[in-house]
């Protein structure tokens, strides 16, 4: 006879249960300092409430562990009939009933009951079967009266189909879970945020529990940390962050393919004087001083925006620049407006801390078409043109010039090129000479370089001598003219030795007294090439020479003792002491070539030029007066015959223009110093 069959014991038929309460406990809303769930409203100004935020990524089901093995006694009643009363209903078209409520069930139902996070057993169809009191409060209804009701409808699971499809999935069984967050509306009025989780109950079993978690507390402190993040402390303006985010949002394509005149307009402003009231009352005055300045900032915006369809962005990008945008804007006669409002709202002193203060400031303006355009490309036009509003004068407007920028963007490629121009040997030089005004014979050349660069062609000094000088590359590029111009001189001197020898004269900047030895650098080119020092004349601005004090000084004489000789370039023009040009190491002047040209002017069509009296009488006083200080004179810019004729008539030594010849190449003035020009 056979043994019969052991009881199976009630607790085998209980752990069926286990997934269902652990999955219900596992989608409990996490501790609240955990990572939010980002939100899409902006801190700025109201944005319509996304229909869905649901994140739609199946999630595994927990791996349960397995629990220690306990001795347990199976139940009196352990007959199959028995075990099947007590199991769940897994028929597959019928949703759990409730049953009786049997003593091995109670904790589980207390449990879901007493839970502090609002669950419902929901059946396949979607209608909730039971829910707890927590489900009950969070809706304001009692958990009676949410049984039959659709689940979709009282937690927003319907209204966008991506989520409703994904809710029907998981019915089905074909998903594992479904996790997203919506905004409901409470019967007593307020809106609150939930994170809804929905998730089968047991593994083929029909139904699935739906929780749903209160986030409004931590979707608030989202909130309230992304204007902190986005805002400035000081003005309570928009930052850089946010004004870059609402800048590139307003150049995307389907900003402007909406509607609106798909233009965009700034005005980037910087306060003129800011820094002295930092520095005197602190910045404690200093910070208050911006945040007056931000009220008069956005009272002008408000004024703008007053019957348009969007107001100005009012934003601080930080120290003292703010910045107004201008969204679909009309054009540039609305952001010459705008900013002429910022400046007049200005001009009025402020009152902070019991003192008036005043600041003005200087804007840039740029206004175009959005498509097409970049953030950074719209700020890099701003910036430049607010540089150009201070080189102008300050307070003032500037508004962006496309040609300007060209010529500014053409100086900066020159800026980065020069230094490694010097070292590739992208220089040359020419000649133009120097011709005694009595004898007409050529007496010496003055070297002046040129740039042959590979892309934008020969150019001349005054492109790129001013930029060499500002970034400390006129040294290097000093040195090799000054060896240049000595070697050629005296390979003149070698190739036409029964020529008197002629000098060669060179422009030398401060900055390479100031930066380089001068003085040795001169005495090693001389010593290499074997060029006498008296063939030598270097020429100074008369700025740079009047103001020569110290160091300038000393290495001008030392020069000068060693036989080379010191020209004043386009005297006349700077600040002249006379007194202090007797002591200075000085053998030759150079007129500016404006007192030249003032010799003649124009008179009525057909009528004979006629020479100008002042301009005769001033060349012809500081002739003499340099003879008597035992100077030489030469006259630039000679262009016509009739201004060397009274130029040679009151005494001027020598002249250069273009009467006698253009700057030429070595070769040209080689054939010079065969006869006259």
């Not at 009274?646 to 040209?668: A, F, H, K, M, N």
């Amino acid at each position: 006879m056979a043994e019969p069959a052991p009881a199976t014991p009630r607790f085998t038929v209980l752990a069926e249960s286990v997934p269902a309460v652990v999955d219900l406990l596992g989608s409990a809303p996490p501790p609240a300092c955990t990572t939010p769930v980002p939100a899409r409203e902006s801190a700025l100004e109201p944005v319509p409430e996304p229909a869905s935020e649901s994140v739609l990524e199946p999630a595994p089901r927990p791996v349960l562990e397995p629990a220690p093995r306990r001795v347990l006694e199976p139940a009196p009643d352990s007959t199959p009939d028995a075990l099947l009363k007590a199991a769940p209903n897994t028929a597959p078209n019928t949703a759990p009933a409730p049953g009786p409520d049997t003593g091995a069930e109670r904790p589980f139902r207390s449990a879901f009951s007493a839970a502090p996070l609002a669950m419902a057993v929901v059946d396949h169809e979607g209608l909730v079967v039971s829910a707890n009191e927590t489900f009950g409060a969070l809706l304001g209804a009692g958990p009676d009266e949410l049984a039959g009701q659709p689940a979709a409808e009282l937690v927003d699971l319907a209204s966008d189909a991506r989520t409703r499809h994904a809710f029907g999935e998981v019915l089905r069984g074909r998903r594992a879970r479904l996790r997203c967050a919506r905004r409901l509306k409470h019967p007593d009025g307020h809106r609150l945020w939930v994170q809804v989780t929905v998730a089968p109950l047991t593994p083929g079993s029909p139904g699935v529990l739906l929780s749903v978690a209160d986030i409004s507390a931590r979707r608030e402190l989202q909130a309230r940390l992304r204007h902190l993040k986005n805002h400035d402390p000081v003005t309570r303006l928009p930052n850089r962050t946010l004004f870059f985010e609402r800048l590139s949002a307003a150049l995307e394509t389907e900003s402007y393919e909406r509607g609106g005149s798909g233009r965009v307009g700034l005005c980037y402003l910087d306060l003129d004087g800011f820094k002295a009231v930092n520095d005197t009352l602190g910045h404690r005055v200093g910070d208050r001083l911006l945040a007056a300045v931000a009220e008069r900032l956005t009272r002008c915006a408000d004024e703008a925006g007053h019957g348009r369809t969007s107001t100005p962005l009012v934003a601080r990008l930080g120290g003292d620049e703010f910045a107004l945008l201008v969204e679909d804007s009309t054009g540039t006669e609305q952001l010459a407006e705008l900013a002429e409002s910022v400046l007049s709202a200005l001009q009025e002193p402020f009152e902070v801390a019991g003192r008036l203060l005043s600041v003005s400031a200087s804007i840039g303006v740029v206004e175009r078409h959005a498509a097409g355009s970049s953030a950074t490309a719209l700020m890099q036009a701003a910036d430049t043109t607010l540089y150009w509003a201070k080189a102008d004068g300050k307070a003032r407007w500037t508004l962006f010039d496309p040609e300007r920028n060209a010529h500014r963007m053409t100086r900066q490629a020159l800026v980065s090129t020069l230094r490694a121009a010097v070292e590739r040997g992208e220089f040359a030089l020419e000649y133009q000479p120097l011709v005694g005004m009595e004898d007409g014979r050529l007496r010496g050349v003055e070297a002046l370089v040129r740039w042959r660069h590979p892309e934008f062609g020969t150019l001349t000094p005054n492109r790129f001598i001013a930029l060499a000088e500002e970034d400390g590359s006129i040294v290097p590029l000093g040195r090799w003219i000054l060896a240049t111009a000595c070697h050629q001189a005296r390979r003149w001197q070698l190739d036409h030795p029964d020529e008197p020898p002629i000098f060669v004269s060179v422009n030398v900047a401060v900055r390479q007294v100031w930066d380089s030895d001068l003085v040795a650098d001169v005495a090693e080119v001389l010593a290499r090439t074997g060029l006498a020092p008296h063939l030598l004349q270097l020429e100074l601005t008369e700025s740079a020479v009047m103001g020569s004090a110290g160091r300038p000084l000393e290495a001008l004489r030392s020069l000068n003792d060693m036989g080379v000789h010191i020209a004043i370039d386009d005297f006349g023009t700077g600040y002249s002491n006379l007194a202090y040009l007797s002591r200075l190491p000085v053998s030759a002047l150079k007129l500016d070539g404006s007192f030249v040209r003032g010799f003649q002017h124009e008179e009525p069509e057909g009528a004979a030029s006629r020479p100008s009296p002042a301009d005769e009488v001033i060349v012809e006083a500081m002739i003499q007066l340099a003879h008597r200080l035992g100077l030489t004179v030469t006259a630039e810019c000679v262009e016509t015959s009739d201004q060397a004729s009274r130029l040679r008539r009151i005494g001027c030594d020598t002249g250069q223009g273009w009467l006698y010849s253009r700057p030429v190449s070595p070769d040209r003035i080689s054939e010079l110093l065969d006869g006259r020009v």
